[in-house]
């Protein structure tokens, strides 16, 4: 018979040993990209373009289009996305019609990738007549991450005191200048970090590109909003299922440039939230 | 003039906040505006039950039974071992683990959230899928244990953190109300917290297999893709999501099989709208 004490031991040991579990395999899937990574790294590898059907050369289309496609859904997304959130938290009054609002959004950021694929694909590209262009793949990536954005941007905004709000109004200020001087200012920080997250979550999206953007192999930079782009993601994709006997190092290498770029980026989400919190005083 | 900026202002406000009722209605009716002409060649009952998926043979043979079942055992798989481990992981950070502790965890949890799907999937291609071939002494390490093992690794964030909140909610008086009453500290966990967090916990679990079930690239990578209808967890299997990421450069627009990618989308969507909406109702009551 053992002690409840005792138990509690084994129970606790075991709850850490999950932790275990999931916390080693990341760590060393950092570590196997990051060494087998490097030896790529070569100034040529991040500037130049793919030679000889992608197995030599560089990867600087794909990051060239994946900065372009993650800029344009941050343009299509960021004004929506914080007007929407100022209307949850300002305006939005306990009704079947936020309850509705608030229940789309859930599923927004529920619906699978691949279906947001098959959306840009018929809307953008055939419908709207974008073909495969960037546009296309920013705007399907765009409503992609208006989730993430209106919901973090939704919970800075409602973590600004009432009573900053009741003095405003209190000195004759409108409702919208209340909101525009007092509740966003102290409210950035969070929008900020949701932006930053959504940048992250639009750069490593694979699915969404597929048909509505991406080249398997375009060795020059996109003229314009309406051409269309290599992407880090797809090609990653591309060089390691599609294309036999790419060399392991160049593999590895776009794996490493894209995960460097995605985890930078929510790096300094963190980095921001941290000091936020810090500061926060009330 | 003021009065005027500031009504236009609020109209645009207004017209932002019900963006999102506006997108997901659109992805359904474009949805449906493609993918139910597929019915016109195959009855829905054949569609969704018959066994054969041969999109470019002559007649196309339509049937998405094996891609349903090779997305079931999948999520099965991946269930079974993600929902212990999340929710040990949860209990863990949220009750006995020190700040420090908590803090690396968390960062930890929220890297792996972080990693793009399509660097797991080559990871996972490139490590786990031998090492599946060589511990089995299989033909190919492309199976759908291969798939249970990633996704469950992929779906451990949504579930850790959903289920932390849940436990974090509860409220401090039911745990110091244990405690007094002479409960260890693990007893007052699993009488007490966790029977108090069950439907935030129920939500995590069911985000969770949302999350498996939509998942698409590293799917792809990783499982084979065979559409037949699997035996064993031993064999290559091919997914829902995998079919639409796999096909769709290929089928010819305005075919039968362009369609029927489309019909998928729509089981697809259907199922992730059951899962949040359930998962939402769940939430909402834990919250009263």
Known sequence: ??????????????????????????????????????????????TDIPRQGMRTGGIFPAIIGTVYLVAGSILFALPIGLLAAIYLSEYAKENLLTRMIKLAIVNLAGVPSVVYGLFGLVLFVSFCKFGASIIAGSLTLGIMILPIIITTSLEALESVPALFREVSLSLGASKWQTIRHIVLPNAIPGIITGTILGIGRAAGETAPIMFTVAAFYLPRLPKSIFDQAMALPYHLYVISTQVPNVDEKIRYGTALVLLILVLFVNLVAIIIRYQFRKKKKW | MRKFKEFIIEKLILISGLTSIFFVVLIFLFLLKEGLSVFQTVTPFDF?????????????????????????????????????????????????????????????????????????????????????????????????????????????????????????????????????????????????????????????????????????????????????????????????TATIAAEMGEAVVGSEHYFALFAIGIVLFIISFIINVTSDLFLHRERK
Not at chain 2, 63 to 79: C, E, N
Not at chain 2, 181 to 204: D, E, F
């Open chain 2, 48 to 240: 969704l039950f018959g066994k054969s998926w041969y999109p470019i043979s002559e007649p196309a043979q339509l049937g998405i039974l094996p891609l349903m079942m090779g997305s079931l055992i999948i999520t099965l798989g991946a269930t079974l071992i993600s929902v212990p481990i999340g929710i040990a992981c949860a209990i863990y950070i949220a009750e006995v683990a020190p700040s420090k502790m908590k803090e690396i965890l968390k960062a930890g949890i929220e890297l792996l959230a972080a990693i793009p799907s399509v660097v797991l999937g080559f990871i996972g291609m490139m490590t786990l899928v031998p090492w599946i071939k060589n511990v089995f002494n299989l033909p190919t390490g492309l199976t759908a244990l291969s798939g249970s093992i990633m996704l469950a690794f992929m779906a451990m964030p949504t579930i850790v953190s959903i289920a932390e909140d849940a436990l974090y909610s509860v409220p401090k008086s039911y745990k110091e109300g244990a405690l007094a009453l002479g409960a260890t500290h693990w007893q007052t966990i699993y009488r007490i917290i966790v029977p108090a967090a069950s439907s935030g916990i129920l939500a995590a679990v069911m985000l969770g297999i949302g999350r498996v079930i939509g998942e698409t690239m590293a799917v792809m990578m990783i499982t084979g893709n065979a559409a037949v209808i699997p035996t064993s967890i031993l064999q290559p299997v091919r997914t829902l």
């Open chain 1, 1 to 46: 018979m053992i002690s409840s004490l005792g138990k509690q031991k084994i129970a606790f040991f075991f709850l850490f040993l999950a932790n275990l579990l999931v916390i080693v395999p990341v760590g060393l899937i950092l570590l196997i990209i990051i060494q087998k990574g490097l030896p790529a790294m070569t100034w040529q590898f991040i």
